[in-house]
């Protein structure tokens, strides 16, 4: 609670003991020597005010440079998750992990469950909330778990870049789904987290522009999905990418230029860093 919200609801407080003070001075019709005292503002009303000043804050007391660091949290969201969440099926483990079904390569059960496999820590983000809402990370709330999570995440994510080509080569399309399962276990405390601070700094806007925050906060993400789409488009539609068993040779709708499927993951750890670190300047728990 900020000190200008204290100082509203102690001065209303004050004010209610003075009128508590007041009307038990006062006759039983209200009146007293010196004249009458109104009711009309009862106690009930005013403790009922104290708490609603405590609890609704100040509007225009954001701090405008905690909301941009939040955004940036919301752009690596949108690079991580769109990425797998499009390219994981397909060409990831149909292609780049295939021939399906062949020894030592992926399988067609595998690529079914891949989706929902890389993203399952999505499904206890209620669980991460309980606990992130109880427990400080070196005596922050929100920044600091925002800031582990996507730290530890891009590490899980370069790490994975020296060691992406040789899975795919082997074929162990398992190694990598577990891979790409815990870099997304640890990115959900940062997008539980950001959650939370988003809907704190909701509260201080203003009643007429409220929730500008949480609609901007979700266009960026969706706005960074777009560049891992276009990542895919101009880096992942060579012949690495194509199943050789459909003429790739032969395929005018495939590119002459590529990145290697290591380089891709090196890709992304260059567009997240950068924000990982402007994130940390600007963020400020509210």
Same mark, same amino acid.
């Given at each position: ?55 609704? $804050? ?43 079904? +062949? $020894? ?65 080569? +082997? ?36 009643? +007429? ?78």
């Amino acid at each position: 609670m900020s000190l200008g919200r204290l100082d509203r609801a102690g001065s209303l407080l004050s004010s209610v003991v003075d009128d508590r003070s007041l009307l038990s001075s006062a006759g039983p019709a209200g009146h007293s020597g010196h004249g009458t005292i109104p009711r009309s503002h009862s106690l009930v009303q005013s403790i009922a005010e104290v708490v609603r000043v405590s609890l609704d $804050p100040v509007p225009g007391t954001i701090d405008k440079t905690a909301v941009w660091g939040l955004y940036c949290m919301y752009a690596i969201v949108g690079l991580m998750y769109g990425f797998v969440s499009n390219y994981i099926n397909i060409p990831i483990c149909q292609y780049v992990f295939g021939p399906l079904g +062949e $020894p030592g390569r992926a399988s067609i059960q595998q690529c079914n469950i891949s989706v929902s496999l890389t993203q399952m820590p999505w499904n206890f983000k209620i669980f991460y909330g309980l606990l992130l809402d109880r427990i400080t990370f070196f005596g922050s709330r929100r920044k600091g778990w925002i800031i582990f999570g996507w730290s530890s995440s891009i590490l899980i994510l370069a790490c994975m870049s020296a060691v992406a080509q040789n899975l795919a080569d +082997e074929g162990n399309f398992a190694t990598y789904m577990m891979l790409l399962m815990v870099m997304c276990f640890f990115y959900i405390f940062s997008d539980v987290a950001g959650d939370g601070m988003t809907i704190e700094l909701s509260k201080l806007e203003p009643p +007429e522009t409220r929730g500008y925050i949480l609609t901007t906060g979700q266009m960026v993400r969706f706005a960074a999905t777009t560049v891992t789409n276009v990542l895919g488009i101009l880096g992942m539609n060579g012949k690495y990418y194509y199943p050789s068993s459909k003429g790739r040779d032969t395929n005018d709708t495939i590119f002459s230029f590529e990145l290697t499927f290591w380089e891709v993951h090196i890709v992304l750890v260059c567009l997240s860093l950068p924000l990982l670190i402007l994130m940390s300047v600007l963020l400020q728990d509210p």
